[in-house]
């Protein structure tokens, strides 16, 4: 079984930093894109930030030039700095990560539980 597990967050104020990380484990094969999304309350899932198997990097508009994302190859994971933290970018983030499992063909879709980050004064 492959499981994402997150770490991070909290509660931080306006101008303030944090940084998110997320693990996979279990039966990997490759791991393609991962990354981050976001959820705010009333709104829809949105992409934050991801990195590609070869290293490039998209980031959402809203969080260029604030927020970058690293990976670590061989441990299989992903950190999301998040600097100059506004109230708007409170949410519930999520890791996200294109997995093949061993004795599988075909790549998935693998979510984590989430983690609440809340940037308030």
């Known amino acids: 079984q492959v499981q994402l597990v997150e770490s991070g967050g909290g509660l931080v104020q306006p101008g303030g930093s944090l940084r998110l990380s997320c693990a996979a484990s279990g039966s990997i094969s490759t791991i393609n894109l991962m990354g981050w999304y976001r959820q705010a309350p009333g709104k829809s899932r949105e992409l934050v930030a991801r990195?590609?198997?070869?290293?490039?990097?998209d980031f959402a508009d809203s969080v260029k030039g604030r927020f970058s994302i690293s990976r670590d190859y061989a441990k299989n994971t992903v950190t999301l700095q998040m600097n100059s933290l506004k109230p708007e970018d409170t949410a519930v983030y999520y890791c996200?990560?294109?997995?093949?499992?061993?004795?599988?063909?075909?790549?998935?879709?693998?979510w984590g539980q989430g983690t609440q980050v809340t940037v308030s004064s």
């Open positions: 990195i590609s198997w070869t290293g490039i990097t």
């Open positions: 996200n990560a294109d997995i093949q499992p061993w004795g599988s063909h075909i790549q998935n879709a693998y």
